[in-house]
């Protein structure tokens, strides 16, 4: 092997355009289905949550009656709006009325003055619905959802950045060493005519020859060993490395990148430990179980709620126009309270028992989840440092073994050794090389490994 072995260390230069570890995380929010299937959970999400905003919607209501037989001729039309303002629970209406003919005692509510009269109402909760009602813990509930659903693509992103990049970095370190093989062959192959040269002129016995095919047959047979790990490994990236429809794509041996760099791990290793407390309290998964207690505390405050008695200042005013009749002309304004008060409040009571139980279980579930994130983080801090101390002593190694593989060709080449030794070093080369190569994988990996346990990501997150 010559001076370009510890190049091979890393990686082979094969002259094609390259893939790059930030060109593959680039496209893997636009070309994964199981990104689409978490932006189909947030649009449902979404979706959930502008139903909920229903319950606040302006409401039209209209009717029409008329006696079409009997002993009263009469008829009445209402028409009117109504909504619920979000922030007291109130209620608020408006609308027209007018009716005509004579109507019975029993319908005398829906007489109005010749021109018909205008009216309005309002209705303001005291105390059970006035903190929260069921329609605004609806939307405290799905917002929490969507948070979670959030979280939850997000969670899919580490994930899925994570692998990609085990199996990139996997098959990079199959290519390095699938040149590391390729060259130990062809140090065989170009050794055999010298081989053969001394052999004829009596310098090295015929078994000398046979020794060597021997050598090259093992190394060839190593190439094609390594060939099917490249294979395996390009198919286990084409989930990841897909084309702009979507569809996988097996790499090519040429598209290996030339000379990856070691990963400036130490720095944004340690940079990132420092600010652990931040990072864990943002993992998806805590998120997620964040959004969760704020669905259950918008639980807990209406049911906190459902057990105050229901108490209402209610209004209404009104003025018909047209006629003589002042009873029906003259403007009116009614005020009254409503009162509503279970007496043994049981279900209300079950339903906080209930919840409050719960959210203390969650809460240690919360507890565990953080202590749990923060023992992977710091293992995976151990292990970036422990790779990176590998990959610089494999490197270390990997430069001796060279050295005594080409010293140990020069004394053959001198007469002063025989052809096992020899092959022997150039072995010890050739393993070192590859341990290089896999030693670098793992720290890459490690490093991927890091970012997951800490919830970073290059990419942006995700929406409905």
Do not use: C
Not at 33 to 49: D, K, N, S, Y
Not at 143 to 170: K, S, T
Request: hydrophobic share 50%; aromatic share 4%; glycine share 8%.
């Amino acid at each position: 092997m010559g001076t370009e072995l510890l190049l091979l260390l890393i990686g082979l230069a094969f002259g094609a355009e390259t893939i790059e570890e930030a060109a593959l995380v680039a496209v893997l929010d636009d070309r994964q289905p199981i990104v689409q299937v978490a932006r189909a959970e947030l649009a449902r999400a979404a979706g959930a949550r502008l139903g909920t905003s229903g319950a606040f919607d302006l409401k039209l209501k209209g009717k029409a009656d008329s006696a079409v037989a009997g002993y009263y001729d009469w008829s009445a039309v209402e028409i009117a709006a109504e909504q619920q303002i979000p922030g007291w629970g109130a209620r608020v209406g408006a609308g027209y009325r007018a009716s005509e003919g004579a109507l019975p005692v029993y319908y005398a509510e829906r007489e109005t003055a010749v021109q018909g009269e205008v009216f309005a109402s309002l209705s303001v909760p005291l105390l059970r619905d006035g903190f929260t009602d069921a329609g605004r813990a609806a939307i405290t509930m799905a917002e929490a959802d969507l948070g979670g659903a959030a979280a939850r693509a997000r969670a899919l992103q580490v994930q899925l950045q994570r692998e990609a990049l085990a199996a990139y970095w996997g098959w990079v370190a199959a290519v390095a060493k699938l040149g590391v093989a390729e060259e130990q062959a062809a140090l065989a192959v170009a050794r055999d005519a010298a081989v053969r040269a001394r052999v004829s002129q009596g310098d090295l016995p015929p078994v000398a020859v046979t020794d060597n095919q021997r050598a090259l047959f093992e190394r060839q047979a190593e190439v094609a060993a390594q060939r099917q790990k490249v294979q395996q490994s390009a198919a286990k990236l084409s989930v990841y490395w897909r084309g702009p429809d979507g569809a996988p794509r097996s790499p090519g041996v040429d598209e290996a990148p030339a000379r990856p760099a070691p990963p400036d791990g130490a720095a944004r290793a340690t940079a990132l430990m420092e600010r652990l407390p931040s990072l864990l309290a943002a993992r998806p998964e805590i998120t997620e179980i964040d959004a969760l207690i704020e669905q259950l505390d918008a639980e807990l405050r209406l049911a906190r709620a459902q057990r105050l008695p229901g108490l209402d200042v209610v209004g209404s005013a009104a003025r018909g126009f047209g006629g003589d009749d002042k009873a029906l002309t003259q403007p009116e304004l009614v005020l009254g309270l409503r009162l509503d008060a279970p007496a043994q409040q049981r279900k209300a009571r079950g339903k906080l028992d209930e919840l409050e139980a719960k959210r203390l279980s969650i809460q240690q579930k919360r507890r565990l989840m953080l202590d749990k994130a923060a023992a992977e983080a710091q293992g995976a801090f151990a292990a970036v440092e422990g790779t990176a101390a590998a990959w610089a002593l494999a490197r270390q190694g990997a430069e001796a073994a060279e050295a005594l593989a080409v010293a140990e060709r020069r004394r053959f080449e001198a007469g002063d050794t025989d052809l096992l030794t020899v092959y022997l070093r150039e072995q010890a080369a050739g393993k070192a090389a590859g341990e290089v190569a896999e030693a670098l994988s793992a720290w890459h990996v490690a490093l991927a490994d890091l970012d997951a346990a800490l919830a970073i990501t290059a990419a942006a997150p995700l929406q409905p």
